[in-house]
């Protein structure tokens, strides 16, 4: 009995440890900090829309923002600056490496290499510990 309190009392510890730290890294600007948070890739360069969503009076095209942030995009999307404002784009990944952000979805960068991280040891679950995936 004594073993199921103390480790029913070190998993609300890590519990709460854990929901600190989250509450410690909100943007302070009164954003949710979820709007500021970027998807993986990168926006390709010089992107050329066949035509515009919008048209200004007259026929002629004119720049409009389909998005603000990677946030308002769906699926993997990011949030580009084309001829036609900021849109909604596929991004490009790189074919080697240096940070997570260069890899596609849930791979990270190992040895200048996109893998699948290393599965979560049990104490790493407990604790809450998701944000640093390890390479194998």
Known sequence: MLRVLIFSALVCLALAHGSSEESDSTVSSGDSEENYREKRGYCPS???????????????????????FDIDCPELQKCCNTNCGMNCIDPEYKPTCEKNNDCKETLICCKGLC???????????????????ECD
């Open 46 to 68: 010089n992107v050329i829309l066949d035509s515009c969503p919008t048209t200004c009076p007259g026929g002629s095209n004119c720049s409009n923002a389909e998005c603000s």
């Open 115 to 133: 893998v699948p991280p290393k599965p979560l040891s049990p104490m790493q679950w407990l604790n809450g510990i998701f944000e640093n995936p």
